[in-house]
T-cell receptor, first 116, second 114 residues
Framework: AQSVTQLDSHVSVSEGTPVLLRCNYS??????LFWYVQHPNKGLQLLLK??????LVKGINGFEAEFKKSETSFHLTKPSAHMSDAAEYFC??????????????FGAGTILRVKS | DGGITQSPKYLFRKEGQNVTLSCEQN?????MYWYRQDPGQGLRLIYY???????QKGDIAEGYSVSREKKESFPLTVTSAQKNPTAFYLC?????????????FGPGTRLLVL
């Protein structure tokens, strides 16, 4: 079974400084990985996805993530944080099972706080 | 605009009452999902449907029921058997077929117990 570990439950940065949200995954085969963002009392929005093409994936709002198979990591970064980036971020691995179809396995989430 | 809508935004349930949460999508997606979100626990899968007139239990299906009579709609009923229903409920959809797919989420319904 696949699993995801988000290494920090909370991250705090100052506006204009870089953001790093860490994610490690466990998978028995080549995974598909996603990052979602959730603002308070809202649904989840897809930030970016990795599906075995380029290892550096660019997403919306200036975010990007790098797939590193040797480290089983898929960390999310942004060069310069904006106040509107304050939200909870979920790292997700997808597995396709014949009996379940497309199943997403969610990390526990990282809350990003941006200080002015 | 294509997307997923959920209603109501807030729902109050009295003890012993069944309540139904609505989920509609116009993305022409075959697959639809219901998740429950509790603070600090991430998302847990309740039910999913890969195609019309077919659905399967997820990881925490007890106390819930669903139907999939139309491609666009996947309502979730929280029954009186669900003893701890207070949570944020999220509906999602994705393309069907083989292989991993991104899921697209609705805005959620917050269920509270009176």
């Amino acid at each position: 079974a696949q699993s995801v570990t988000q290494l920090d439950s909370h991250v705090s940065v100052s506006e204009g400084t870089p953001v790093l949200l860490r994610c490690n995954y466990s998978s028995s085969y080549s995974p598909s990985l996603f990052w979602y963002v959730q603002h308070p009392n809202k649904g989840l929005q897809l930030l970016l996805k990795y599906t075995s093409a380029a290892t550096l994936v660019k997403g919306i709002n200036g975010f990007e993530a790098e797939f590193k198979k040797s480290e089983t990591s898929f960390h999310l970064t942004k060069p310069s944080a904006h106040m509107s980036d304050a939200a909870e971020y979920f790292c997700v691995v997808s597995e396709y099972l014949m009996e379940y179809g497309n199943k997403l396995v969610f990390g526990a989430g990282t809350i990003l706080r941006v200080k002015s | 605009d294509g997307g997923i809508t959920q209603s109501p935004k807030y729902l109050f349930r009295k003890e012993g009452q069944n309540v139904t949460l609505s989920c509609e999508q116009n993305l022409n997606h075959d697959a639809m999902y219901w998740y429950r979100q509790d603070p600090g626990q991430g998302l847990r899968l309740i039910y999913y449907s890969q195609i019309v007139n077919d659905f399967q239990k997820g990881d925490i299906a007890e106390g819930y029921s669903v139907s999939r009579e139309k491609k666009e709609s996947f309502p979730l009923t929280v029954t009186s058997a669900q003893k701890n229903p207070t949570a944020f409920y999220l509906c999602a959809s994705s393309l069907g077929g083989g292989g991993p797919r991104a899921q697209y989420f609705g805005p959620g319904t917050r269920l509270l117990v009176l």
